[in-house]
């Protein structure tokens, strides 16, 4: 069964500066789609930035690029110049291509972001 | 963009009562929607895959008969919280798939329900 891991409950980071969200997943899929959801206090999941494990480049959004290693199976957030907004709860979710498949979401990582 | 409409936001309902959930995609079809439910504090835990025309398929631990699907056209799924109790209070999101494979889901606001 796939699982997805976060292992940090809880991030901090100085506005401006740079803070990494870890995810780690296990599959034995091999076309597969990687996605890191925001969710803020208005609890309204919003799309973050997704990669398709078929592309050996990182995905990238703006401030937001993610750090895909394919044969480690770790899927990092890196967010860039971080701003009060970034503030939330970030989710990192898998999800299969193909037939009958479900979305399958970490823990979730909670950034404060201090001004 | 895609937009998933989710109503009632709010819901305060008696012990024993049945609440109904509606997740409207608003400008795109779609085959397939999921239902969610998110602890305080928690990830979401998906409870039931609702596909067009067909049955739900339920999640390990998910009470079918509890948690009544309906996904009757492609853009209208429903969560009917049947014979509810305070335990079932919660948040409830559905979210939907654009497409297939690639297609991120777009997420409804949620449902907060709370059963006194």
């Known amino acids: 069964a796939q699982t997805v891991t976060q292992s940090q409950p809880e991030m901090s980071v100085q506005e401006a500066e740079t803070v990494t969200l870890s995810c780690t997943y296990d599959t034995s899929e091999s076309d597969y789609y990687l996605f890191w959801y925001k969710q803020p206090p208005s609890r309204q999941m919003i799309l973050v930035i997704r990669?398709?494990?078929?592309?050996?480049q990182n995905a990238t959004e703006n401030r937001f690029s993610v750090n895909f290693q394919k044969a480690a199976k770790s899927f990092s957030l890196k967010i860039s110049d971080s701003q009060l907004g970034d503030a939330a709860m970030y989710f990192c979710?898998?999800?299969?291509?193909?037939?009958?498949?479900?979305?399958?979401f970490g823990t979730g990582t909670r950034l404060k972001v201090l001004a | 963009g895609a937009v998933v409409s989710q109503h009632p936001s709010r819901v305060i309902c008696k012990s024993g009562t049945s609440v109904k959930i509606e997740c409207r995609s608003l400008?795109?079809?779609?085959?397939?929607m999921f239902w969610y439910r998110q602890f305080p504090k928690q990830s979401l835990m998906l409870m039931a895959t609702?596909?067009?025309?067909?049955?739900?398929?339920?999640e390990q631990g998910v009470e079918k008969d509890k948690f009544l699907i309906n996904h009757a056209s492609l853009t209208l799924s429903t969560l009917t919280v049947t014979s509810a109790h305070p335990e079932d209070s919660s948040f409830y999101i559905c979210s939907a798939e654009q497409g297939a494979g690639n297609s991120p889901l777009h997420f409804g606001n949620g449902t907060r329900l709370t059963v006194t």
């Open positions: 400008d795109f079809q779609a085959t397939t």
């Open positions: 979710a898998y999800g299969a291509s193909g037939g009958t498949y479900k979305y399958i």
């Open positions: 609702s596909n067009e025309g067909s049955k739900a398929t339920y």
């Open positions: 990669q398709e494990a078929y592309k050996q």
